[in-house]
């Protein structure tokens, strides 16, 4: 390849990383919005998590060790199970760091093709109504494919619980 081809093509994995690491930091605002119990802003979470994830999407995310796993396909399916998740909390806040994003292929010149995957780091603080905090920290493993019409989409997301830890107001 020669300079201007490499640069070019340069440009377009930076374009590409960039867009992807916002699929991960929407899901963040939307599944906050979900927290909320608000039902407006429940159908803009649900709104979000349509545009990042890809229609038959797979998701599975683990509750640590011998706990439950959850499982949904689709995310209307996901916006059910982080509802019941998240209704003992009167709030929540889900900090999204460390997007790793490794480019697999780029869509060809009909915008066809294209694939990568990703790796997050997650803080999820979630207060309950007497300020119990409950802290869950875990790492996000997708996959990801680009669609003409729609762009970059998650087609799978694993979470995957790596420790946790309850702080009582009376500690």
Do not use: C
Request: no cysteine; charged share 15%.
């Amino acid at each position: 390849m020669g300079f201007n081809e490499e640069s070019g093509h340069q440009a377009a994995v930076s374009m590409a990383t960039q867009q992807i690491e916002y699929l991960r930091k929407k899901y963040g605002l939307a599944t906050d919005l979900i927290g909320s119990k608000v039902p407006e802003s429940i159908e803009e979470g649900r709104a979000i998590y349509r545009a990042i994830f890809a229609p038959e999407v797979k998701i599975s995310a683990s509750n640590g060790g011998d706990g439950p796993t959850f499982d949904a396909v689709g995310a209307d399916a996901w916006v059910d199970v982080v509802v019941h998740a998240l209704q003992p909390f009167a709030v929540t806040q889900h900090l999204i760091g460390t997007q790793l994003v490794t480019i697999n292929s780029l869509p060809n010149s009909e915008g066809m093709g294209g694939s990568a995957s990703m790796v997050s780091y997650v803080q999820a603080w979630h207060a309950d109504p007497g300020g119990v905090v409950d802290i869950f920290i875990g790492t996000y493993r997708d996959k990801v494919a680009f669609t003409p019409q729609l762009g970059w989409q998650i087609i799978e997301m694993r979470l995957e619980k790596v420790s946790g830890h309850t702080l009582s107001p009376h500690q």
